[in-house]
Structures are given as structure tokens and as C-alpha cells.
């Protein structure tokens, strides 16, 4: 199993799909988006402290290597609910 095959099966089992039209994981019940290049570049363990991670309000929270414009989380927030 390759290393992208065994961060997917740790996204799923936390709890997060794939939008294959914005290329991001997405969790509504925990409100994280990854997008599939910060998934790329962080490890296994990296990846799972980001998914415990407390954010201790109702904003979604994105995680990408830079940051998206305001336009783009709002577009994503509506989207996901």
C-alpha cells in the first residue's frame, strides 16, 4: 500500500470524504477541509494530530499549504453546509 493509499484510509476512518470537483477532504461534523496537496506534503502522524485538533467553534477551519482566498472558504463553507 503506498503512502497517498494509506493517508486516504486514515481520512476515511477519521471521518472525511473526497470532493473530487474542489480536490479536498472534508469532515462537516469536525468543519476541516484539506486540500489534497497539504495532505500530500504532511505525514501520517502530522495528519491525525491536525484531525484531533481542537477548533473550538462552529467556523470551518482549512488546512492547505497556502492559504485560500476569503472568496474560495466561503465558497467551500456554503457548499459543505
Known sequence: MGRLDRKEQILQQAGYAYSFDRMVYFNRKAKKVFS????EDHDETELQRFF?????????HFYFNTPPAKAVKNELASVLG
Open 36 to 39: 489534497v496537496e497539504f495532505v
Open 52 to 60: 484531533s485538533e481542537s477548533i473550538g467553534d462552529e467556523e470551518w
